[in-house]
């Protein structure tokens, strides 16, 4: 990693304002790739969509300095749906429907205490839903 660009009030404190560990964490929040595979199909009243996302590795440095690598990593999310009237559907799914986790740190020296730095995939695993939505004719 480059070094951090200052003004020039600030030359030379760099690393005590944006060092090694918090250059990683910015980069952590964008990993080097990202990319989403969307299935979406209606017929008829039914819909159905697949989305498959793949998040790519990203590198964070812990409290002590020492590089943790989170892996690359596939998620699937899945959505059935069938429209009640020609204004309101109902659609049931699961986000992250095979439980996908970044890989487990000590949570005495992740950035939030927990077993997971923020990483962009999220850290929660897999989320169900029921949603009912209202569309409005114009």
Known sequence: MGNAQTTPGL???EEIFF???ERAFVKASAPP???NLTFDYSLGRFGALVRFVQFGHVLL?????????YRDRLTTDVA?????TNQLRLSVGASNLFNEYPDFFNPQ?????GAWDAVQMGSNG???FAKLQFRVSK
């Open 11 to 13: 030359a030379g404190k």
């Open 19 to 21: 060092g090694v560990r």
């Open 33 to 35: 790739y990202k990319v």
């Open 61 to 69: 440095y812990d409290y002590n300095v020492e590089r943790n690598a």
């Open 80 to 84: 059935l749906s069938y429209s009640l």
């Open 109 to 113: 020296v992740t950035e939030n205490g």
């Open 126 to 128: 897999r989320f169900l």
